[in-house]
């Protein structure tokens, strides 16, 4: 019998290594990466936890999967809970999906091999119990990231380094926590302990989401490397960490009832909104105007928790639900600018063009309309929640988020009118390294696009999702 | 033949005030040079006194394996970085690269202000290791941590070469390796650990040699 | 069946829309295009007319659950009065295709023809929503598309971006005003909804900011000189303006919200939107300008309405549309064939309101407001817009072809017919309705004929009459004096067009914005880790001080 969690680790390990040697070939590596995190994501969903399956009838009994199966991994615990089950899904359908943008925007990059590497780190992250060896494996997860964020004859890249180092000094904060917890649980007098221990977890926290002042990495992944795989860390791997977050409010439930706990949440997510609001219309470069919608979109997801109700634990889900469709937009639009522009995505560079690479800038457009969360777009309808949860309450919260969303889309008006300018001549302007997006690459963005639209119109596609999701976590009451 | 018990009381007498002062030291010189031969030189050394202050609260077994895995990413560095310069030498001798640098024996203006800075960092960790001492740690070895830690930060915010920030990351952890061994004594946390500052070694001289790389193809850093 | 209809009038566009972009794939069917997205704009005016025989149907395409999250769904409703800003959309898109295909000289356009025909869809959504949601969202893709097709038409870049941002602004402040209500708006359908206050003058600012309404006029289209006839329903986008305009009336109890400063801003609008127009170097250009004016005319009357404010919205609305587009799809008039002069003549005289047309509705109240209550200003505002706007359309419709090709006449037979039906069409309705305004606008109360001409009083019509003699002496010294003031002009058509202020403010905002770079290179660059550190203790000091 196959336990559910070790197959969750060790396939996509093991199809990282198929992978990377067949990597020459990218359409092949691209259809295993898809295929085996597709797999996985439904397998995730659809098996039973409590009974094993026979999922091949040509398989015998002895090739039954139990998903709910406990695996002892250096003596520590690996369990699959209900709760990880739509985490898991997220994480790899997610990564599917930014695989399939991959194929045509960055057919040779090692976002394929590494980002099934990173998939089973991360499913270690959140399977492995107690939790503090998860934060082990996000590290572990972010120093293989570099190799991925890192494009093939750039200079290095200043993102994948100031993630590596966030994350590293994200560490110690919730490794020491554990400890204290431990000695707490012999000394319950000692309440300083459980003071430390917040203290160090939300330092800890700040640092691997990116909350201000820690938000520096935030935009140079966006920027300084191949944007995909930029937006499978600010997706997939800032994913898990909020996963791994709301395990810690699930599991020790004297943080969710901490008196500072709203005022902390709301506060770091304000103080998000308004710099990324602030500085992504300030851009002359695209790369950082996606970093700081990012980062104003992570900033209203902590707000939202920071309601402390269920609702706004749903409204926080959704958000993660439905930003990996404007990132990854917003990503393939920018790879296929800067294959036009010999890698520089500056503003001088992009001159003129969106005439030569339309379905870019039109992925572009999209894409900054949701994460900037306007209209029509996924990250419009849980905009339309958060600020309808938020206007009676805290309406000067709601109004700057508001503000920071007009922001973000500042930035891509601004981009797109340097991209509309009319070349002078056929023969003026920089060098494109090529004039044709090609029909294949136009019918990804298409469909892309359509996801996002379609998303945008349909919300109860996902919405119900983040409800049930919110349902699991008991931490706060509805 | 000595077993490494016997080897490690040889040196047992160092595993005090003079580690202490080896890493003050060792760290310090870090943070100043950007000579990549006396870096990882200074690593090894840095290594072996954190090991030697590990001896004192894990067992030797493990404080050496810790050791053996610092000292396998002094050679991973050691390798990167002379590929590194055989790399620059063929582009200085094409002429796309800038010319070598002159060595020079009097300090320069960064190198002083990287050495206040150190100073000031010194200061500052002595004075934390007075007033906040870490528990299940002694006194120096706090201390030891509390300069590993901080050097290390200055490291990394000094500088966004790979390199020194990879020197800053892991002075950093073996600041906080040296910590939370006496918290955790756990094999399992040790490894990982472990693997973690080899995947930052690793993923460092990646950049590293995509930095030699690009500057070679005439690209600015 | 009912209710699958205002479905079907939006699929039918959509289905035009697929089809003439993957038939204009196959070389051989290429230049039938044009008559596949005819059909479908055809059929979806027909279905548009049934609408007038039945009630209203509200359709619910996507249901947003779970509604404790979004407390309302994208909903639909046909409703009487908003029928007449339907059919007149579809009309025109159905009048630019025959008149395109009445051209014997150019090739298809199957992106424009395809941008057109899904811009018919979603206008019609626009005009159907049913409340505030589906309006936000439906605005949206209007916009896109609107952008998408100006691009097409070949119009610049700066100005689609420009309509964008302009369109942008408008949703937010819409989006704006339903959140200031507490989140109820919405949710609520426009006919059950009873508001007040700072929403309904946030919702007043959208209505201009989508009506070109001066200062607020920037998404003007005015570089559409060179467009084929096609782009004509480029050139509505005030329509979905005029939409909301209904709804606020609806929601406002029958009058327009704002009316201590909404007759102001439309008055300025119309005297500057007249100015603009006459002061325009390329008379080709004039066109956008003089429906701003006109724009502005239709929202003073409005303003002044009164009990029958909505039929002054729908009848100034369905004539400003029909006006422009006509206007802008004719030729200049003719001496060969002169029959052919009718239907720009008609328009032209529907935008001024001279009686027996549709425009006359929006002008005898125009008129009958001043004379009543209205102030010195607003009448002078009235006297110089009608000064310029005379001329102006009288330099239109003298106004030579650009092309050096031939004159584009009808070719023979079915191009002929063809160009005749798409012009005349429109024509006829501006007659049609303007002799009997309760056969387009129905469901509410709308003034008849008789009563118009007397509601204007004798100062009324002193007035108008006054401005169009006016306008007249001005139209025949054209010649004389446009060559002696035409510098005159030129600097002050740039100073009225507000271009430099806006360029000002957008400069200020560079400069403001760049500090804030700056800023942020400073902390995100090199030393980013020690600012960071840094920022973050002094973070823990002020919180720990206090």
């Not at chain 2, 009381?9 to 580690?19: D, Q």
């Not at chain 2, 906080?176 to 973690?196: N, Q, R």
């Not at chain 3, 508001?195 to 003058?201: A, Q, V």
């Amino acid at each position: 019998m196959i336990a559910g969690p070790l197959l969750l680790l060790i396939l996509p390990l093991v199809m990282a290594g198929v992978v990377y040697i067949l990597l020459r070939w990218a359409s092949l590596s691209a259809l295993l990466a898809v295929g085996t995190a597709l797999a996985l994501g439904i397998a995730v969903v659809t098996l039973p936890l409590d009974q094993p399956v026979q999922p091949f009838l040509f398989w015998g009994e002895e090739r039954q999967i139990a998903m709910g199966e406990t695996v002892t991994f250096l003596g520590r615990e690996l369990v699959l809970e209900q709760a990880d089950r739509m985490a898991m899904a997220y994480l790899f359908f997610t990564a599917a999906g930014l695989f399939c943008l991959a194929w045509r925007s960055a057919p040779h990059s090692l976002l394929f091999p590494m980002g099934l590497g990173l998939l089973s780190l991360l499913s270690g992250a959140l399977l492995i119990r107690p939790l503090i060896y998860a934060a082990l494996l996000v590290e572990i997860a972010a120093a293989l990231s570099v190799f991925a964020l890192q494009a093939e004859g750039q200079p290095p890249t200043l993102g994948g380094l100031r993630y590596l180092t966030f994350t590293t000094l994200a560490l110690p904060g919730v490794l020491v926590t554990n400890w204290l917890l431990e000695r707490y649980a012999l000394m319950p007098d000692e309440i300083g302990l459980l003071s430390m221990s917040a203290t160090l977890l939300a330092i800890s926290f700040a640092l691997l989401l990116g909350v201000v002042p820690f938000h520096t990495w935030v935009p140079a992944v966006a920027s300084d490397s191949v944007p995909l795989v930029g937006t499978f860390v600010l997706t997939v791997g800032n994913g898990a960490v909020w996963f791994l977050l709301l395990d810690f409010l699930e599991t020790y439930p004297w943080l969710s009832t901490h008196p500072h706990f709203g005022s902390l949440f709301s506060t770091a997510g304000l103080v998000m909104v308004v710099v990324g609001g602030l500085l992504a219309p300030a851009q002359r470069r695209l790369g950082p105007v996606m970093g700081y919608g990012a980062l104003v979109d992570s900033g209203g997801a902590l707000i939202a928790l920071g309601m402390h109700s269920r609702l706004g634990l749903t409204l926080a889900l959704l958000s993660l639900l439905v930003r990996p469709f404007g990132l990854a937009l917003m990503a393939i639009g920018l790879s296929g600018l800067r294959a036009r522009s010999g890698d520089d995505d500056s503003f001088d560079a992009l001159r003129g063009l969106g005439w030569k690479a339309p379905w870019s800038t039109a992925a572009l457009i999209f894409g900054g309309l949701s994460v900037a969360g306007l209209p029509v777009s996924a990250g419009f309808v849980w905009r339309w929640a958060l600020y309808r949860a938020l206007a009676p309450a805290s309406p000067d919260s709601a109004l700057l988020l508001f503000l920071a969303g007009l922001g973000v889309v500042v930035g891509v008006w601004r981009a797109l009118s340097v991209l509309l300018v009319r070349p002078r001549s056929p023969e003026g302007g920089g060098n494109p390294q090529s004039t044709s997006e090609g029909w294949l690459t136009a019918a990804v963005v298409a469909v892309a696009i359509m996801a996002c639209v379609w998303v945008g119109l349909f919300p109860q596609i996902l919405a119900p999702l983040a409800a049930r999701l919110a349902e699991t976590y008991t931490f706060l009451v509805p | 033949m000595p077993t490494l018990a016997d080897l490690l009381a040889r040196v047992s007498f160092l595993a005090a005030v003079p580690a202490v002062a080896g890493i003050l030291i060792t760290a310090g010189l870090l943070v100043v040079s950007r000579d990549w031969r006396l870096n990882v030189t200074v690593l090894i050394l840095q290594y072996f006194f954190v090991v030697l202050l590990l001896t004192r609260l894990i067992r030797p077994e493990v404080a050496a394996v810790k050791g053996l895995i610092g000292w396998m990413i002094c050679m991973v560095f050691y390798l990167t970085e002379r590929r590194a310069s055989v790399l620059e030498q063929a582009s200085a001798a094409e002429g796309t690269a800038p010319s070598r640098r002159r060595r020079r024996w009097i300090i320069s203006a960064r190198a002083s202000f990287c050495l206040l800075a150190g100073i000031s960092v010194s200061v500052a960790a002595y004075m934390a290791a007075l007033r906040i001492p870490l528990p299940e740690v002694p006194g120096d070895i706090t201390l030891a941590c509390y300069l590993l830690a901080g050097l290390g930060l200055l490291l990394i915010g000094l500088s966004e070469a790979p390199m020194q920030v990879g020197l800053g990351l892991l002075t950093f952890l073996s600041g906080f390796d040296l910590f939370y061994v006496a918290l955790e004594p756990s094999l399992a946390v040790a490894g990982l650990l472990g693997a973690v500052s080899f995947l930052i070694a690793l993923a460092t001289a990646h950049l590293r040699v995509a930095q030699v790389t690009a500057g070679s193809e005439g690209k600015t850093p | 069946m009912p209710l699958l209809l205002p479905v079907l009038t939006i699929i039918l566009p959509l289905l035009g829309t697929v089809g003439v972009l993957g038939l204009s794939l196959v070389p051989r069917i290429r230049p039938y295009t044009h008559h596949i997205a005819l059909t479908a704009a055809g059929l979806t005016t027909i279905l548009i007319l049934t609408f007038t025989w039945m009630g209203p149907v509200t359709v619910v395409p996507s249901l947003w659950q779970p509604s404790l999250l979004f407390g309302a769904a994208l909903t639909l409703q046909t409703d009487v009065v908003m029928q007449p800003l339907a059919l007149v959309l579809a009309l025109i898109t159905c009048s630019a295709l025959l008149v395109e295909l009445g051209r014997t000289t150019e090739g298809p356009r199957p992106r424009l023809v395809a941008t057109l025909l899904a811009l018919l869809s979603v206008g019609l959504v626009v005009l159907w929503a049913a409340n505030l949601l589906t309006m936000i969202i439906s605005w949206a893709i209007y916009d896109l598309l609107h952008a998408a097709g100006h691009i097409a038409a070949g119009g610049s870049g700066r100005t689609a971006i420009r309509g964008l941002v302009f369109g942008c602004l408008a949703t937010l402040v819409l989006w704006s005003g339903a959140l200031l209500s507490n989140g109820e708006a919405g949710s609520e359908l426009w006919s059950l909804m009873a508001l007040s206050g700072t929403p309904l003058t946030l919702w007043a600012v959208a209505g201009i900011l989508r009506l070109w309404v001066y200062p607020l006029h920037l998404s003007t289209p005015d570089d559409l000189d060179a467009a084929p006839s096609l782009a004509a329903p480029l050139l509505l986008g005030p329509i979905v303006g005029w939409g909301l305009w209904l709804r606020l009336a609806q929601v406002n109890g029958g009058s327009v919200p704002g009316s201590t400063w909404v007759p102001i801003v439309a008055a300025v609008t119309l005297a500057v939107g007249g100015f603009l127009a006459w002061s325009c170097e390329s008379p080709r250009r004039m066109l956008p300008w003089i429906g701003m004016g006109v724009s502005g005319a239709v929202l003073l009357a409005a303003g002044l309405a009164g009990e029958s404010t909505a039929a002054v919205i729908v009848a100034g609305g369905v004539a400003w549309a029909l006006g422009i587009a006509v206007l802008f799809m004719s030729e200049s008039l003719q001496r060969e064939v002169l029959w052919w002069n009718i239907p720009p003549l008609v328009g032209a005289l529907a935008l001024v309101g001279v009686p027996l047309t549709l425009g006359f509705v929006v002008e005898a109240v125009l008129m009958g407001g001043l004379a009543d209550g209205g102030s010195l200003g607003l009448g002078g505002a009235f006297f110089v817009g009608h000064l310029f706007l005379v001329p102006s359309l009288v330099r239109w419709l003298l106004l030579s072809p650009s092309s050096p090709f031939p004159r584009r006449e009808g070719g023979q037979g079915v191009k002929s017919v063809a160009r005749g039906v798409g012009l005349g069409l429109p024509a006829l309705l501006l007659i049609v309705a303007g002799l009997h305004p309760p056969l387009l606008i129905g469901g509410v109360q709308n003034p008849s004929l008789g009563r118009l001409f007397v509601m204007p009083g004798l100062r009324g019509w002193l007035l108008w009459t006054v401005s169009l003699v006016g306008g007249g002496v001005l139209a025949w010294q054209e010649g004389n004096l446009r060559p002696k003031i035409e510098l005159f002009l030129s600097a002050a058509h740039d100073l009225l067009r507000l271009e430099w202020l806006y360029s000002a403010v957008a400069g200020a905002l560079g400069r403001g914005l760049c500090m804030l770079r700056a800023a942020d290179e400073v902390v995100g660059g090199a030393g980013a880790l020690l600012w960071s550190w840094l920022l973050f203790l002094l973070l823990l000091l002020v919180w720990g001080g206090k």
